[in-house]
């Protein structure tokens, strides 16, 4: 199995991203960021993870507690308060290895061959990576991300919430050189799951998944909140489950269409902070171009695949 690091800030769909790596990829270390919630909350919370999958030989590091230009604090609507709101807080056996995130991926480039980074978060790590070694980004087999919008923003009009929260470090990763895979809202939307899929964990009834279930049931809430005066039924209401798209477009990237395109990012806190720019001109396309942009997932099997991996 390929060998990555998950580097993450959990949030609800985070810990489906862990869920489901496990199974099909080679987990040698999670590090975590400030983004869905504090530091402190989203490394708790991706200890949680580890204990629900029972993944405890896994190294868990803290890395960035806020974004580099110190601006932006968490918007902590879709997660809640704890980043994992819903199933009662559970108490965590486990405990932080000692150390930097950034210099924690670093050290995993030399020691695993064609290492991936599963970026779920705001990139502050990776770039710190980037900034501390400068063959880092050339060493590793590449950068499978969750984030950015060829299309339409989240947290903006323009802009996903994970580029948004530190555009620079958005900016120097898409720069840097390395491998990176592209899992925009255009495609996580695509992966928007209902109360049908709650069921179906339930009746997978393992620990995790009963976990999951509970998870998803609070996160699929807050679309309802935010949408049901906007549709006919609310019945009809999905979640879209985003960082797992980032684990199959390296896990199954079968089920995947990929084009390749020059993606940059602004920086900056206009209106435009964090938005992916992609350049689609007739006469640019293929030229220049540092991004494998994840355009459509097929929804149906990316569905089957994580539900059968909490069994």
Known sequence: MVPVVIDCDPGH???????????FLEIVGITTVCGNSTLENTTYNALVARDIFNLGHVPILRGASQPLDGVISPITDAHGSTGLDGPPRRQTRGHVQPGDAADFLVEMSH???????????????????????????????????????????????????NIWF???????????????RMCGLEVTHQLSLGRDFSRALRDVGSESAMFCADLFDFYLEYSVRLMQDRVESPESIGAPLHD????????????????????????GDTVTRGMTIADRRPWTIGYFANVEVVGSIDSHLARELIVRSFD
């Open 166 to 180: 530190d555009p620079i470090a958005a900016a120097e990763v898409f720069s840097s050189g390395a491998r990176i």
């Open 13 to 23: 769909d985070d810990v489906f991203a862990i869920g489901l790596a496990r199974k």
């Open 244 to 267: 797992p798209c980032a684990v199959l477009a390296l896990s199954h990237p079968e089920l995947c269409s990929f084009e390749r395109l020059r993606v940059e990012v602004a920086v």
């Open 111 to 161: 020691r695993h061959q064609d290492l991936w980074i599963v970026a779920i978060g705001p990139l502050t790590n990776i770039a710190q990576a980037c900034r501390r070694d400068p063959y880092f980004a050339a060493r590793i087999g590449g950068l499978t991300i969750m984030g950015g919008s060829t299309t339409f923003g989240n947290v903006t009009p323009t802009s996903e919430y």
